[in-house]
């Protein structure tokens, strides 16, 4: 499976400002994806990281939020824009691994974010 | 739609003792996959296991076994004499074999075994 590196790890934030989480993967993966995981929930699918294109979002979730960045086939990163404390979650990247393993999802480490 | 249901929110055993955790999935898909993933209270996602829906054959590995039965639309889980270290919590999920790569989680067991 790849190993996928996110960054940072924690943080807290204050109201009002932006934080970026990076997502680097240690091989080329086609399908890059960040979820949130707000505390005690369940996973949601934020978007998929298109490589060189505009993000695909889901439902309730929109690009002026959570900017997403995906230069290569190796690295991402989501912005949490404007964060509230209903932002504070674990945001975690995921990749559909690489060959020979794929369709399967693997994630990072997860980025603690508590807003205050 | 597809859905996942887990209905446990939390189980609580005592160590060594063995411990079933339930998944119920609904999908209107003919292939598709089956996932379970542990995490820890340090936050990761741990891939532990993907079914195909083709393929009903059970699965065991170590301490921990599968049991997939597509006439109840069921994948539950178990983990044979329970370690603290088991300790998490466990998502199941499902995805269409192809055509979209969303997957769809359930909403988690809380395993606590106690010393």
């Known amino acids: 499976s790849a190993v996928i590196s996110q960054k940072p790890s924690r943080d807290i934030c204050q109201r009002g400002t932006s934080l970026t989480i990076q997502c680097q993967v240690d091989?080329?993966?086609?399908?890059m994806f960040w979820y949130r995981q707000q505390p005690g929930q369940s996973l949601t699918l934020i978007a998929t990281a298109n490589q060189g294109s505009e993000a695909t979002y889901e439902s309730g979730f929109v690009i002026d939020k959570f900017p997403i960045s995906r230069p290569n086939l190796t690295f991402s990163t989501l912005t949490v824009s404007n964060m509230s404390p209903e932002d504070s979650s674990i945001y975690l990247c995921?990749?559909?691994?690489?060959?020979?393993?794929?369709?399967?999802?693997?994630f990072g480490e997860g980025s603690w974010l508590t807003v205050v | 739609a597809q859905k996942v249901t887990q209905a446990q929110t939390e189980i609580s055993v005592v160590e060594k003792e063995d411990v079933t955790l339930d998944c119920v999935y609904e999908t209107r898909d003919t292939t598709y996959y089956l996932f379970w993933y542990k995490q820890p209270p340090s936050g990761e996602l741990v891939f532990l296991i993907r079914?195909?829906?083709?393929?009903?054959q059970n699965e065991i590995s170590g301490r921990y076994s599968w049991n997939f039965q597509k006439s109840t639309s069921s994948f539950n889980f178990t983990i044979t004499a329970s370690q603290v270290v088991d300790s998490a919590v466990y998502f199941c999920a499902l995805r269409a074999a192809s055509g979209t790569y969303k997957y769809i989680f359930g909403t988690g067991t809380r395993l606590k075994v106690l010393a």
């Open positions: 995921s990749v559909d691994g690489a060959l020979p393993s794929g369709n399967t999802i693997y």
């Open positions: 079914r195909n829906s083709f393929d009903e």
């Open positions: 091989s080329q993966v086609t399908m």
